[in-house]
């Protein structure tokens, strides 16, 4: 089958897609399914449960062993209720918890939908929607950052600068590939908001032409060439850098 997250293609009869452990939420169905249909059987087995058990008593086992066997029957029948139990739970606390995640997303508290995410420590495909929201507003941060350090609220213009391409380009590419898999989540209209306010930032803030964007966004953050590049847009912008803030 082809993985709705990810879109590789793998075992349908797999739980969990073995490239991005996006859950296969119709093999789950089916194991569900096949449960609940196991536990209606053995209700139904029970009706019988005497009678077979006497007659297995009476040509193989002694009394203890029958104790024994009608002890482990009732419980395994009590765990696989337990668990479906605790499936229905999980269930439920993902249906509530994305509630909670649309309505940040829906209001555009970005920040609170991503403190949010945080909390909850075990991934669910369920949540992907709003996680690259989330991954992307962060990105959208340190873009916000530098633009207020160029209009005087710090200094630190080459660590501002650099950030900004870094993490924006990281954005663009990320965002980028969200809104490109032929997944329609409902989230496409946020990130390309934040795709656009990242190009302006680049173009209009910093000025930067196409074929320079491509140029710095080949750089890695700590690459001493990088520091060089970002020091030249820097003088190109009429700004000048505090090295006392390095």
Do not use: W
């Amino acid at each position: 089958m082809k993985c709705p997250s990810c879109g590789a293609q793998y075992d349908k009869k797999l739980l969990n897609c073995p490239f991005c452990k996006g859950e296969n939420t119709l093999e789950a169905e089916r194991r569900y399914q096949a449960e609940l249909k196991a536990i209606d059987t053995a209700t139904l087995n029970l009706k019988y449960l005497p009678q077979k058990i006497a007659q297995f008593v009476s040509k193989y086992m002694t009394r203890i062993l029958l104790a024994g066997l009608v002890i482990f029957t009732f419980g395994f029948i009590a765990m696989q209720v337990f668990g479906i139990l605790v499936e229905k739970k999980q269930l439920h606390d993902i249906d509530k918890n994305k509630q909670v995640l649309e309505t940040y997303l829906i209001e555009g508290k970005y920040e609170k939908m991503a403190d949010y995410l945080l909390e909850r420590t075990s991934y669910d495909a369920a949540y992907l929607k709003y996680r690259e929201v989330a991954d992307a507003f962060s990105n959208l941060l340190e873009i916000r950052r530098s633009k207020a350090a160029l209009n005087g609220e710090n200094e630190d213009y080459l660590y501002g600068v650099k950030s900004a391409l870094y993490y924006g380009n990281e954005l663009l590419q990320e965002a980028g590939e969200a809104i490109g898999d032929q997944t329609v989540r409902g989230n496409e209209a946020v990130l390309k908001s934040f795709i656009d306010e990242t190009y302006a930032y680049f173009y209009e803030d910093l000025k930067l032409e196409d074929e320079k964007l491509e140029e710095l966004s080949q750089y890695d953050f700590v690459d001493p060439f990088f520091d060089k590049e970002v020091r030249v847009l820097i003088a190109q912008l009429g700004l000048e850098q505090n090295d006392e803030m390095e």
